[in-house]
């Protein structure tokens, strides 16, 4: 365990930011798969709807730096040639 001030500190700030980004994952998570069963009942409207609020979500998340850009790109890559396909 830290035994500086500044070192209780930063352990303190990276315990919280774990936790933020542990939450935002989560949520992307979710939506992801919100989305995903839209697409299973091949519900384009639905579909359509959540893509939008799954990219959003990814953008965020990536913005935040709790995932890489690039893997954020591919994520909505992927989901938006699965709902162009219904």
């Keep these: ?3 500086h001030k500044s070192a209780l500190k930063r ?3 990276n315990e919280e930011r774990r936790i933020r980004n542990r939450a935002r994952k989560t ?3 979710n939506v992801i798969r919100s989305l995903e069963e839209a697409i299973a009942s091949n ?5 359509l709807e959540r893509l939008k609020m799954a990219v ?3 953008d965020t998340t990536a913005s ?3 995932i890489h850009k690039n893997t954020a ?4 890559a992927r989901l938006s040639k699965r709902v162009n396909a219904l």
């Design 1 to 3: 365990m830290a035994n």
């Design 64 to 66: 935040r730096g709790v």
């Design 43 to 47: 519900s384009r409207e639905t579909a």
């Design 56 to 58: 959003s979500v990814i």
């Design 27 to 29: 949520r992307m998570k």
């Design 73 to 76: 790109s591919r994520k909505v």
């Design 11 to 13: 352990a303190r700030q």
